[in-house]
């Protein structure tokens, strides 16, 4: 048995925030309460002047497993992860080759058995992820599939994506989407305005997203299909999430911890390391995105942890991939850049990083509870630190030797400890 002793307990689902002991036994929670040290426990962590919460649930990552190896795996992404206090992630399908079938979804599944915290998966929801055909869908919820997404692509065929969704709903499972239309972008990766002209790039507008989020949250207040609108970027976007929520579309919306920290002029300073999709845009729209975290509008903080070679982020802007990491800075980010501020609460952003992504894909996690998981992140709030290496394989990120608020200590997943920050 483990106990936690003297920490600080924020729990979402029970609003619970007091001073408490925590014992683990096996893979749950045995009890919440206060308690006293003795040799019955197997080990016991203080956790004195630190908030101990709901290992943190990322909706949104890429572990390049299979095909690229080099960028990470899903061993050195779950890694990360333990690292960053997340204790359940799930996989985008841009893998080489797609998983766009039982076979290529099952090697994922049994990879992800090996990891160190839950690792799960959704499948392609095109073929190919061309945006042409559906996957067969139901089978790949047979084979382990937690919902769809053709990350990194957006789906072009207005008829097809309410075929997707209507077919999703019966299933049980939601669809998430990358939005930006093509049509409207001229070199991708950096925002259509003053920093993209002074670059001599001509940069991804917001109305590339805002057509997509205007089609498919209208679809799904037609179908009442669940969906989730990834990595919204744009002002506007985020307006119409809002009208189609308040219209009573089943939709949930993520922020990533870089679109509310930085603005476009950040490309000027990091070059690629600040080049993703969708682009960072204008500090209006920064602020935009801020208001929806608040209102509620956003509801899931993820961190599309999208890793790269450093020798693919050196080819310069226009020839780098699109893409930072971000699980060892995501909870660091949301204090430093959302709290400290005033923005939200502390329990409001663990509530977004645990309890609320976790409710998306039906999964049991993201709060404390006796008899309920184990799985449990200890940090420090108030912890002054400086990112200078990480445990992923892949170091492509802006924020590398930024001093930032809020340190994890401890990750808990399952009962097992999986991270303790002396052994870095």
């Not at 002793?5 to 893979?27: A, C, N, Q, W, Y």
């Not at 089978?139 to 207005?158: E, Q, T």
Request: proline share 5%.
């Amino acid at each position: 048995m483990i106990l936690i002793k003297d920490g600080r307990v924020i729990d979402p689902l029970s609003h619970t925030d007091e001073v408490l002991d925590i014992i683990i036994d096996g893979e749950r929670i045995a009890h919440i309460g206060k308690y006293q040290r003795s040799e019955e426990f197997d080990s016991i962590i203080e956790a004195r002047g630190c908030i101990v919460a709901p290992g943190f649930v990322d909706v949104h990552v890429h572990f390049r497993d299979p095909g690229f190896p080099e960028k990470e795996t899903i061993e050195s992404g779950a890694r990360a992860a333990a690292h960053g206090g997340f204790t359940s992630v799930v996989c985008m399908a841009n893998t080489k080759p797609p998983l766009d079938s039982a076979e290529a979804l099952t090697y994922v599944i049994e990879q992800a058995k090996k990891a160190s915290i839950h690792v799960y998966s959704v499948a392609a929801l095109t073929k190919g992820m061309q945006g042409k055909e559906l996957v067969d869908m139901e089978a790949l919820v047979k084979a382990g599939a937690v919902g769809f997404s053709d990350d990194g692509l957006p789906i072009r065929n207005g008829k097809l994506c309410r075929e997707a969704m209507i077919k999703a709903k019966a299933l049980g499972v939601p669809i998430s989407f990358h939005e930006e239309d093509p049509d409207y972008i001229t070199g991708n990766g950096v925002n259509q305005g003053a920093v993209s002209k002074s670059l001599g790039i001509g940069g991804a507008p917001n109305v590339a997203e805002d057509v997509m989020v205007a089609r498919d949250t209208m679809l799904a207040l037609d179908t009442q299909a669940p969906i989730s609108i990834q990595h919204i970027s744009s002002g506007n976007s985020v307006a119409l999430v809002r009208l189609a929520k308040s219209l009573g579309a089943p939709i949930v919306a993520e922020a990533t911890p870089h679109h509310f920290t930085l603005c476009e002029d950040a490309v000027q300073k990091y070059g690629s390391l600040a080049k993703m999709n969708p682009p960072l845009r204008t500090t209006a729209d920064r602020y935009h995105i801020i208001e929806g975290l608040k209102d509620d509008t956003i509801e899931i903080i993820a961190t599309d942890h999208a890793p790269h070679t450093s020798d693919e982020k050196a080819k310069g802007l226009a020839a780098s991939p699109s893409g930072i990491i971000g699980l060892e800075t995501s909870l660091a980010l949301g204090i430093t850049s959302l709290v400290r501020k005033g923005s939200l609460t502390i329990s409001r952003l663990i509530e977004k990083m645990s309890l609320k992504p976790a409710a998306f894909y039906h999964m049991d996690a993201g709060y404390l509870k006796e008899s309920g998981p184990a799985d449990i992140v200890i940090f420090n709030e108030q912890e002054l630190w400086t990112p200078e290496c990480f445990a992923s394989k892949s170091k492509n990120s802006p924020f590398l030797g930024m001093p930032l608020y809020g340190r994890v200590h401890y990750t808990i997943c399952a009962g097992k400890l999986v991270y303790q920050l002396h052994e870095e």
